[in-house]
């Protein structure tokens, strides 16, 4: 991916995603759940557990997307401009991303150290707009 095309954007700027699906799957005729994947801070997507997490996740037909907050690694952004309630930010815009895909049929959030306090607080809003995502799940937060 030219990160010089992002998808998504926080308030940053723009988002290095990486979508990960299911072996064989045709996006066009197949439909799964996804699972947003967010790192702990000084971390990224590239690091420890999420690669992992993105694979195992697949292998049980279950589709994720893993991003870099903003000021993290190929996002754009300073890390020293990085407060909790922007990474919300850059989760909310991942979950408006992953909504717009027509091949995902329900969304669960995963976060790692700090993004597993991100994950809950934005499981939080959600669930205040009456969209809770399907499963939560938090490592280490």
């Known amino acids: 991916m030219d ?18 699906l299911p072996d064989d799957f045709n996006e066009d005729k197949d439909k799964c759940p996804m699972v947003i994947l967010m790192h702990g801070i000084f971390s990224s997507k590239n690091i420890v557990p999420i690669p ?4 195992n996740l697949a292998e049980e037909g279950i589709a994720s997307i893993s991003f870099d907050f903003g000021g993290h690694w190929k ?55 009456g969209e809770s995502p399907y499963a939560l799940v938090l490592i280490a937060p």
């Open 3 to 20: 990160y010089k095309d992002y998808k998504v954007y926080g308030p940053q700027g723009g988002l290095a995603i990486e979508v990960t």
């Open 75 to 129: 996002s754009e952004g300073k890390m020293e401009q990085m407060t909790v309630s922007k990474e919300i930010e850059d989760a909310l815009a991942m979950w408006e991303y992953a909504k717009s895909l027509p091949y995902v049929s329900s969304i669960g959030l995963l976060g790692h150290s700090q993004g597993g306090v991100v994950a809950s607080m934005t499981a939080g809003i959600l669930a205040s707009r």
């Open 52 to 55: 992992s997490l993105a694979k």
